[in-house]
């Protein structure tokens, strides 16, 4: 009776004609104006997580559970037809399956804290990293042949890393030094933005003493971008 009240995740449609909810387990696609309300699936006993818009806005990535583990599945935006398996080896929880702009690959986290890559159409997979750190956000470049994303360096600090789907390349943006999330790349592909807490500026002058406060940095975080050519 009341959907928002479980709801776990929501995605716009690439034209942003329409929205795609899970909500207690279920995937709704409802209209932004004028239009009906659509459930993809209507299996009885199978929980969906995680569902959003493939790139092309006709169909629906999401994690179904009805082989016992979660598998990512390809759903009729419509509701008209039959689902898709794009995985059938679930062996531990997977996570937020993130399309390419071309559609060609799904970039995914796993409870081992592993970063995958499945090409739709083969259904072959690829570890891109296995740090046991742990990962952020992920973000594909426009033309869907780099993945950047964020993990964490073995002194707990985030880092930015870009990986190259044609050379298998995998290149380290920022420094561990200091934190670095949140990439986005700009339309062109030719920079990468991201946030940063490298503003090391306190508002307690120096110096610190026994009976002084200790440094405090009220404003570390700024916005940064590198040029990657």
Not at 108 to 125: A, F, K, P
Not at 204 to 214: A, F, K
Request: net charge negative; glycine share 10%.
């Amino acid at each position: 009776k009341k959907p928002l009240d479980y709801l776990t995740s929501a995605a716009i449609h690439p034209d942003g004609e329409s929205a795609v909810l899970t909500s207690r387990g279920r995937v709704f696609v409802v209209p932004s104006r004028h239009g009906r309300l659509v459930r993809p699936s209507s299996k009885p006993g199978v929980r969906f997580r995680d569902a959003v818009f493939m790139p092309d806005g006709d169909s629906i990535l999401a994690l179904s559970d009805e082989s016992g583990e979660l598998e990512f599945v390809e759903l009729p935006a419509t509701g008209v037809g039959e689902q898709r398996a794009l995985t059938s080896d679930g062996e531990i929880l997977r996570f937020d399956g993130l399309p390419s702009p071309d559609g060609e690959r799904i970039a995914y986290t796993d409870q081992n804290r592993d970063l995958w890559i499945l090409s739709v159409d083969s259904g072959e997979q690829k570890v891109v990293s296995s740090n046991r750190e742990g990962l952020g956000s992920l973000a594909w470049a426009p033309d869907g042949r780099w993945l950047a994303f964020e993990q964490w360096a073995s002194n707990g600090f985030r880092q930015i890393l870009i990986y190259g789907i044609e050379g298998d390349s995998l290149t380290v943006l920022t420094s561990d030094r200091v934190n670095s999330w949140g990439p986005a790349w700009d339309p062109q592909g030719e920079w990468i933005y991201f946030l940063s807490d490298r503003e090391l500026r306190s508002l307690v002058e120096s110096p610190w003493g026994t009976r002084q406060p200790e440094p405090y940095f009220d404003k570390p975080d700024k916005i940064f971008q590198i040029a990657l050519q």
